[in-house]
């Protein structure tokens, strides 16, 4: 999110510089307080639309938590969501909800070496991996290679919880406040979702091959749509996104 | 718009939601504790990552530009002329804010309140 200067989003937090928080217990604390800010209150506003977005699809608010809960991860998450609301069919769920989340395999293996440390059980980078998603993970990547190594897991297990449990509760303030604001307000709820996602990856888009694929996935997106609702996404991405690979690699070669 | 909640077989069943986003939940956590287990071993700026990250993008992009253009549930109320419009003004405020992420989300859902709003009286 944060464009050129990877310091740009800690500036309104008062995310303390020093890069030893005395023990593993006061860094899960730090975690805590770093994640209050402008990170959070973005991120809980898009939850305020998810919420939304699940009342909407005519779904009640325990599915909406169980969906937060469990799922963690935006993009994924409306994609099920919407999906549902077609009447697609498992496979196709599970499809598009792997290619939108696959991105989460290689920013794990990123973080991972950050975090770990000879002696921590194995089952905590398990454990905690769940927070892997974008706003946490950029987080961690920042700060966590500063800290002495036995306060580097507590530090994004602590800011992994913080923002995870926020979202868990605009999921659910969300979802009420669509019942009970005008329908003009509730729309503009539901909107947050595709602004918030079209911004975020008009923002990361540095590479030219993901701004291409942002293009052409963009212009196929609606007509593949009508050609068939159920695999329209899918043939989406894969087409549009390996044109996009193809034509940087071509491109990249000519001006080599 | 909600008629194929209400009829069908086994899969309009009280469950099909949770058995969709379980689903979908394993889907992701898959990669994240892949990710834990291939660490150290697999290089995460390889081209193999950067063409999953192109269709995740392609993918996104094609479901983000369809919930605005051709949306299903209660954003198909709103007229697809402001939609659009809602979308563009969001971009525009976000680079004139120098890439302010939450004003352009803020502006562009405002906007589109604004808009379906102002159509009662119009």
């Given at each position: 999110?944060?464009?050129?200067?990877?310091?740009?989003?800690?500036?309104?937090?008062?995310?303390?510089?020093?890069?030893?928080?005395?023990?593993?217990?006061?860094?899960?604390?730090?975690?805590?307080?770093?994640?209050?800010?402008?990170?959070?209150?973005?991120?809980g506003?898009?939850?305020?639309?998810?919420?939304?977005?699940?009342?909407?699809?005519?779904?009640?608010?325990?599915?909406?938590?169980?969906?937060?809960?469990?799922?963690?991860?935006?993009?994924?998450?409306?994609?099920?969501?919407?999906?549902y609301?077609?009447?697609?069919?498992l496979?196709?769920?599970?499809?598009?909800?792997?290619?939108?989340?696959?991105?989460?395999?290689?920013?794990?293996?990123?973080?991972?070496?950050?975090?770990?440390?000879?002696?921590?059980?194995?089952?905590?980078?398990?454990?905690?991996?769940?927070?892997?998603?974008?706003?946490?993970?950029?987080?961690?990547?920042?700060?966590?290679?500063?800290?002495?190594?036995?306060?580097?897991?507590?530090?994004?297990?602590?800011?992994g919880?913080?923002?995870?449990?926020?979202?868990?509760?605009?999921?659910?303030l969300?979802?009420?406040?669509?019942?009970?604001?005008?329908?003009?307000?509730?729309?503009?709820?539901?909107?947050?979702?595709?602004?918030?996602?079209?911004?975020?990856?008009?923002?990361?888009?540095?590479?030219?091959?993901?701004?291409?694929a942002?293009?052409?996935?963009?212009?196929?997106?609606?007509?593949?749509?009508?050609?068939?609702?159920?695999?329209?996404?899918?043939?989406?991405?894969?087409?549009?996104?390996?044109?996009?690979?193809?034509?940087?690699?071509?491109?990249?070669?000519?001006?080599? | 718009?909600?008629?194929?909640?209400?009829?069908?077989?086994?899969?309009?069943?009280?469950?099909?939601?949770?058995?969709?986003?379980?689903?979908?939940?394993l889907?992701?956590y898959?990669?994240?504790?892949?990710g834990v287990?291939?660490?150290g071993?697999?290089?995460?700026?390889?081209?193999l990552?950067?063409?999953?990250?192109?269709?995740?993008?392609?993918?996104?992009?094609?479901?983000?530009?369809?919930?605005?253009?051709?949306?299903?549930?209660?954003?198909?109320e709103?007229?697809?002329?402001?939609?659009?419009?809602?979308?563009?003004?969001?971009?525009?405020?976000f680079?004139?804010?120098?890439?302010?992420?939450?004003?352009?989300?803020?502006?562009?859902?405002?906007?589109?309140?604004?808009?379906?709003?102002?159509?009662?009286?119009?």
């Amino acid at each position: 999110m944060n464009d050129t200067d990877p310091s740009a989003d800690t500036a309104p937090a008062p995310a303390p510089l020093a890069p030893d928080f005395g023990s593993p217990r006061g860094a899960a604390l730090a975690g805590l307080r770093g994640s209050v800010g402008v990170p959070m209150i973005v991120l809980g506003a898009s939850y305020l639309g998810f919420g939304s977005l699940v009342r909407g699809a005519g779904l009640d608010v325990w599915l909406g938590l169980f969906s937060t809960f469990t799922g963690w991860a935006l993009p994924g998450q409306i994609v099920v969501i919407e999906l549902y609301s077609l009447g697609a069919s498992l496979i196709v769920v599970a499809a598009a909800v792997a290619m939108t989340n696959a991105r989460l395999l290689p920013m794990t293996v990123a973080l991972m070496p950050y975090l770990r440390r000879s002696g921590t059980p194995t089952w905590l980078y398990y454990l905690f991996s769940h927070f892997v998603a974008v706003t946490a993970w950029a987080a961690g990547m920042r700060v966590c290679p500063n800290l002495p190594p036995e306060q580097r897991l507590a530090y994004f297990a602590g800011f992994g919880f913080a923002l995870w449990s926020m979202c868990l509760v605009t999921t659910a303030l969300g979802f009420y406040l669509a019942g009970v604001l005008p329908g003009f307000v509730t729309l503009g709820l539901v909107f947050l979702n595709p602004i918030y996602f079209m911004l975020v990856f008009v923002a990361d888009a540095r590479h030219r091959a993901r701004i291409l694929a942002l293009v052409v996935g963009a212009l196929l997106g609606p007509p593949l749509h009508l050609v068939s609702a159920d695999w329209g996404l899918l043939i989406t991405g894969l087409a549009a996104g390996s044109l996009a690979f193809g034509a940087d690699a071509v491109l990249s070669r000519r001006h080599a | 718009m909600l008629e194929p909640l209400l009829e069908g077989g086994i899969e309009s069943g009280p469950l099909w939601p949770y058995v969709l986003m379980t689903v979908g939940a394993l889907a992701t956590y898959f990669w994240r504790g892949l990710g834990v287990a291939l660490s150290g071993r697999v290089d995460a700026g390889s081209r193999l990552f950067e063409w999953v990250a192109c269709v995740a993008y392609a993918l996104l992009a094609g479901l983000i530009a369809r919930m605005i253009i051709l949306p299903s549930g209660p954003l198909a109320e709103a007229a697809s002329g402001d939609r659009i419009a809602a979308a563009a003004i969001a971009l525009a405020i976000f680079f004139l804010t120098r890439r302010n992420i939450g004003l352009g989300v803020a502006a562009g859902a405002g906007a589109l309140v604004l808009m379906t709003w102002g159509r009662a009286f119009f």
